[in-house]
């Protein structure tokens, strides 16, 4: 069964970066798309980035555009997501999601895999 395991949060000052990572075990990720998703403190779980088993399709929240990349290396059976630039605003409980494209669209069921999350705070 798949189990993912997210790492790499902390604390960053605003304009700086950080690297999440999702790291997966009991099965390859190369069949899953991903996501990444993230939740404030009092607001809802909001999506920020996907992508398609491929790769070949990605998609990020309007809020993240030009400042988070989502990245796979599949030898390493890891999928990352490189935040640039964070803002205040970008602090929340990460978590990353693996499942059918459904995911992407913030469709899920009982197939799909979630992490623990990370806790990420972009604060000077």
């Known amino acids: 069964q798949l189990q993912l395991v997210e790492s790499g949060g902390g604390l960053v000052q605003p304009g700086g970066s950080l690297r999440l990572s999702c790291a997966a075990s009991?099965?390859?990720?190369?069949?899953?798309?991903i996501g990444w998703y993230r939740q404030a403190p009092g607001k809802e779980r909001e999506g920020v980035a996907c992508?398609?088993?491929?790769?070949?399709?990605?998609t990020y929240a309007d809020s993240v555009k030009g400042r988070f990349t989502m990245s796979r290396d599949n030898a390493k059976n890891t999928v990352y997501l490189q935040m640039d630039s964070p803002k205040p605003e970008d602090t929340a409980v990460y978590y990353c999601?693996?499942?059918?494209?459904?995911?992407?669209?913030?469709?899920?069921?009982?197939?799909?895999?979630w992490g623990q999350g990370t806790q990420v705070t972009v604060s000077s």
């Open positions: 999601v693996a499942g059918w494209w459904a995911v992407c669209l913030g469709k899920f069921g009982d197939s799909d895999y």
């Open positions: 009991g099965a390859t990720l190369v069949y899953y798309a």
């Open positions: 992508a398609s088993s491929s790769g070949g399709m990605q």
